[in-house]
């Protein structure tokens, strides 16, 4: 398989739309609570768990806002520094990314929202199976005795279960909690699968739907239903298990930067902000286009902290039962939220014809162009449609942010070439004319333009993401980088308490202790203590 | 949690947790004969076998990835294959509301008794009980008419991958009747009845050779009777499997045309070129892991699961056979040899170098699994530069030189495949009875034959038909109407009615 790519429009990501200018005010969608964005795991750590994100009571749709006169029209984009929050709406609704479910709070992910969901699952199914897990089904409905059997965990969870009492018109024994996460039930299933050390390291994931009753939601971003896949993991030490939580992020890392364009930050969570229950919480941390941050993959070191709760022992070689040392990690369908953009199709064919005894060599000629692309590898689409007026097509799959397209008219096909354009630059300068319909030249051409696009893509949202990161020094330098809306990066050795304070002074959390670290020993800002770490700070969903 | 002395599941564990005890205490080896005793033979081979495990909630299992890996070899096959025709995934939500759940009257009455409702969020109540879909027409029926105005927006073809629940109370049997299941199901519309009829059947083409060239399962395509079509539907296709063990028949997967019944209730109307209303035909379809099932029960043995090539995660298992003062070292480089030139020849291999396990132990264990083939190598064969292999179907032994392996492999795995369902088929075949009167087909019926009879096609007469089969085993009723009819000679009478038939139609006791 070729390398499966996103061209990343960056519509939300970056700055490289036509709409580029960044929101001049922050809507107030923004605020929203969702500490648990990919990984939620873990309602028994509730105590964290919202720490990370401000909960406001602020409404899906606030009222207040004055929507652009032809917001929600067919066809019409917000533009974004008018309103996010109608331009966010626009894109999923115009682009036929997603639809409002029919219960509150539900989604429905339409196949072009869908496809780019599908290349997340094709990479990473293929990267999870390679790194050696497998994967499994678990039932979606667990006793509520299971969850119930920790205080804390129920605690946590609680207000977000949809718990089924009714089933086959008969009222239930016990209730039955739709899955939130799936830890209660993996746990239980690896207490009696694993004996001795020879059945360690053992490493399964699965896809699957999980649902929390969330009152506040957001296409893609927060929903009550949401698809994702969970890997959980089982070893002898913890070192092994350490590993294998670095080599999930590193995965996640590599997706995020290589498919989709975005160049996440890799770093730790801070205490505060670590999935309680876990040693060690990692994260990618993506910068959006409004430049909130956007949790967008976790993985977590365990730890014994599971495996004690449950029981889940093995033989070691000396005979001795001992806890087993575990992992977890996910990605969801969030991811794609973050992303909005192009996926699936590289490339559109636009044949374009005035009169009827012109269509056949056009259309015959589009075909041709498909089937060489096609049978190169290359995700392409024609619309041939009738309906619609080559103008209002360019506009459609300049909507989809489909970064490539071929244009092909009577004049085209005497000549044996066809009309390029890049999506990302536009106007004139992103089209090239005269490019020959020989299948190894166009081949070659194609290919060339879309890595093109993909490296531009990436550099633009690097650059982005770099003119935004402001090194501080000081507790009122970063006041000051978190008032303009941008990450700040300084030296933290701060204690959990000013971490909050941090918090409440200014809506800014740790997003992560990044890998990447300057070299020596540098002087707290907060503290005035000599530390060895920076942290970043910034607002996030 | 999960602490030891609550292993045992509380309900509907009968044969969980312990079944997999005794496999562990005293060996490999299945205590359930399938000649003798299949059901229990069944329950104990799915969990011995690690397809799946049982769980506290009856009717709910845990699929491992024995299984999973099968569910995906089809899926890849299925979903590659919808893609080319144009169908699109996509998700609706896992809920439903109850409003759209009753549109459909017809429907909801097939659907409601068995229905899961969510009635409460954390600790407060629903203002209104929640569906969990039972299968997705009404969830998406009300965007289909929101998505379809005019006739461009047609052909609407649309495929989800989800997981389904139907709250059943009758004995839940794994895979094959659980409460909640993984399938595909695919909703199109079209412009006219006759695009709805092709793509019943182009899909129902694909659901055959999931069975027959995947499964290695031979089934019969034809046309369910009205009594047993889908639910609000206006006909419905299917492909039919038979389980000779139990004489059962089993629905192996289901196309359906709908007509235009669901476009009236959900008002799925668009302009047609002429600038007229008319409303949309559509279709739906679907199988399930359902199908991981009816290969257990048509393929598997005394020793255990087997598993058709094209579906086997492993198809080639790689185990040393080292004696006392052999060359060890020499054996399981050879292994490894072995198995790098199988992969690399694009086979699914492993290799079980398992130092606390003997080989016996290793080849009932990978017999339980179903594995197609397994390759020996023992110093004799390291010496001559060969291995042992042998067949999961039929136990033949071969020994093939490394020169001729690649070759060799590919060529037995093909013949595994092909007489797995050649033996299917001729046991299938053994046990279809075609009969003319109702002695000959109670006589059939009595025999667990799959019964082949002439019909008048009415419904009173196959309800008849139910309520005088009914006993312990359960009645018979229409498996379905063959594509493939037989003559039907003018002046042959219904079996059950005496009044002229008009078909020929399966029927059997069925799962």
Avoid at chain 1, 139 to 168: C, M, N
Avoid at chain 1, 193 to 203: H, N, Q, T, V
Avoid at chain 1, 348 to 360: A, L, R, S
Avoid at chain 1, 493 to 503: Q, Y
């Amino acid at each position: 398989m070729g390398a499966l790519r996103f061209h990343s429009l960056c519509l939300f990501l970056s700055t490289s739309t036509r709409a580029a200018s960044a929101p001049t005010r922050l809507s107030p969608l923004h605020h929203h609570s969702h500490g648990h964005l990919v990984f939620k795991a873990k309602p028994y750590t509730l105590a964290s768990r919202d720490l990370s994100t401000q909960v406001t009571a602020e409404a899906e749709a606030p009222e207040n806002i004055e929507k652009h006169p032809k917001s929600g029209q067919e066809g019409f984009i917000t533009p974004r520094s008018h309103d996010f929050n109608a331009w966010y709406a626009d894109i999923i609704a115009n682009a036929e990314l997603a639809d409002y479910g029919p219960v509150r709070g539900t989604m429905v992910i339409r196949p072009y929202g869908y496809a780019i969901w599908e290349a997340i699952q094709d990479y990473l199914n293929a990267k999870i199976k390679e790194t050696g897990h497998k994967n499994v089904y678990f039932p979606q409905f667990i006793p509520y005795s299971f969850i119930e059997k920790e205080a804390s965990h129920v605690e946590g969870f609680s207000p977000e279960l949809a718990l089924v009492t009714i089933g086959g018109g008969k009222e239930l024994e016990e209730k039955l909690v739709v899955r939130p996460t799936s830890e209660t039930i993996v746990n239980y299933k690896f207490t009696q699968w694993i004996r001795s050390y020879r059945d360690l390291p053992l490493m399964i994931n699965q896809w699957a739907n999980v649902t929390r009753w969330e009152m506040r939601t957001k296409p893609f971003i927060r929903t009550l239903e949401f698809l994702w896949q969970e890997g959980h993991t089982a070893h002898a030490t913890l070192e092994e298990a350490e590993e294998e939580a670095l080599k999930m992020i590193s995965v996640y890392k590599t997706f995020a930067y290589e498919q989709a364009a975005i160049p996440v930050i890799v770093g730790r969570k801070s205490r505060l902000e670590t999935f309680a229950g876990a040693l060690r919480t990692y994260t990618i941390e993506a910068m959006m286009g409004d430049r909130r941050a956007l949790q967008a993959g976790t993985s977590h070191n365990l730890g014994q902290n599971f495996s004690r709760a449950f029981e889940t022992q093995f033989t070691d070689e000396n005979g001795q039962r001992q806890y087993v040392w575990q992992t977890s990690w996910a990605v969801s369908t969030r991811f794609v939220g973050g992303i909005i953009m192009t996926h699936g199709d590289d490339v559109v064919i636009v044949p374009i014809w005035k009169k009827d005894d012109e269509k056949t060599g056009v259309l015959n000629a589009a075909y041709s162009v498909e089937k060489v692309l096609k049978t190169a590898g290359i995700k392409v689409e024609l619309d041939a449609s009738e309906q619609r007026t080559p103008g209002w097509k360019f506009n459609f799959w300049e909507m989809k942010g489909v970064p490539l397209r071929i244009e092909i008219g009577p004049r085209d096909v005497s000549s044996g070439t066809v009309v390029i354009s890049r999506r990302d630059v536009p106007g004139k300068q992103g089209k090239v004319f005269g490019v020959s319909m020989e299948s190894s030249i166009l081949e070659a051409y194609v290919k060339d333009k879309l890595d093109e696009v993909q490296s531009s893509l990436l550099e633009k949202a690097i650059s982005f993401r770099n003119s935004n990161i402001l090194d501080v020094s000081s507790y009122d330098e970063l006041k000051e980088a978190i008032s303009q809306g941008k990450w700040a990066r300084g030296p933290w050795s701060g204690s959990d308490a000013e971490e909050l304070r941090v918090k409440e002074e200014t809506g800014a959390t740790i997003r992560c202790f990044p890998f990447e670290q300057p070299e020596g020993t540098k002087t707290c800002f907060m503290t005035g203590n000599p530390t060895e770490e920076v942290a970043i700070f910034a607002k996030s969903y | 949690m999960a602490s030891k002395d609550k292993k045992t599941p509380n309900t509907n564990a009968k044969s969980g947790g312990k079944k997999k005890e005794v496999k562990k205490e005293t060996g490999l080896g299945l205590s359930n004969k399938k000649d003798e005793n299949f059901g229990e033979w069944y329950s104990e081979v799915v969990v011995s076998s690690e397809l799946i495990e049982y769980y506290d909630i009856s009717g709910c299992y845990i699929l491992r990835p024995w299984s999973i890996s099968i569910w995906e070899a089809m899926h890849d096959f299925f979903d590659a294959e919808i893609k080319k025709m144009k169908i699109k995934n996509c998700y609706f939500p896992l809920f439903v509301s109850p409003g759209v759940l009753q549109r459909e009257k017809d429907h909801i009455e097939g659907f409601a008794p068995e229905v899961a409702w969510v009635t409460k969020s954390g600790s407060s109540d629903l203002e209104i009980p929640i569906a969990i879909r039972p299968t997705s027409e009404t969830v998406m029926y009300p965007y289909y008419s929101k998505w379809i105005r005019g006739h461009r927006d047609l052909p609407l073809k649309l495929n989800q991958w989800c997981n389904v629940v139907r709250w059943e109370f009758s004995h839940p049997t794994p895979f094959i009747r659980s409460r909640e299941f993984l399938w595909q199901e695919g909703h199109t519309a079209f412009a006219t009845k006759e695009e709805a009829d092709t793509e019943v059947l182009e899909i129902l083409e694909l659901y055959r050779r999931i069975y027959e060239e995947y499964l290695a399962i031979p089934v019969i395509k034809g046309k369910k009777s009205e009594l047993e079509k889908f639910a609000g539907g206006l006909y419905t296709t299917s492909v039919e499997a038979f389980i000779p063990n139990t004489g059962r028949g089993i629905q192996g997967a289901t196309s359906h045309c709908l007509g235009q019944n669901f476009a009236k209730m959900f008002e799925m109307n668009f302009e047609n070129e002429k600038g007229e209303r008319a409303m949309v035909w559509q279709n739906s379809w679907a199988y399930s892991t359902r199908t991981i099932g009816v290969m257990v029960m048509v393929h598997g043995d005394d020793k255990g699961l087997v598993l058709p090539p094209m579906v086997a995660s492993v198809q080639v298992i790689v185990i040393p056979v080292p004696y006392k003062d052999a060359d060890t070292k020499a054996i399981f480089d050879a292994c490894s040899t072995t198995a790098n030139m199988l992969s690399k020849a694009g086979f699914r291999v492993e290799e079980d170098f398992r130092d606390n396990y003997s080989p016996g132990w290793k080849y009932s264990h990978w017999e339980m699994k179903g594995v197609p083939l397994r390759i020996e190598i023992g110093p004799k064969d390291v010496a001559n530069n060969q291995v042992r292999v042998v067949r999961r179907d039929n136990s033949a032994k071969i020994d093939i030189p490394m020169s001729t392996l690649v070759e060799q492999v590919k060529d037995i795995l093909a013949s595994i495949q092909q007489s797995l369902f050649d033996a299917a088929k001729q046991k299938r075949d053994e046990h279809i009875k075609v009969v003319h009167t109702w002695d000959e087909f109670v006589e059939a019926l009595n025999q667990k034959k799959m019964i082949l009879a002439p019909w008048c096609d009415e419904e009173d007469v196959e309800k008849d038909v139910k309520a005088r089969t009914k006993g312990e085993m359960g009645a018979a009723k229409t498996l379905c109407s063959p594509f493939d009819q037989p003559e039907l000679p003018p002046g042959t009478l219904c079996f059950a009615s005496g009044k002229p038939a008009k078909k020929w139609t399966y029927w059997g006791r069925s799962y």
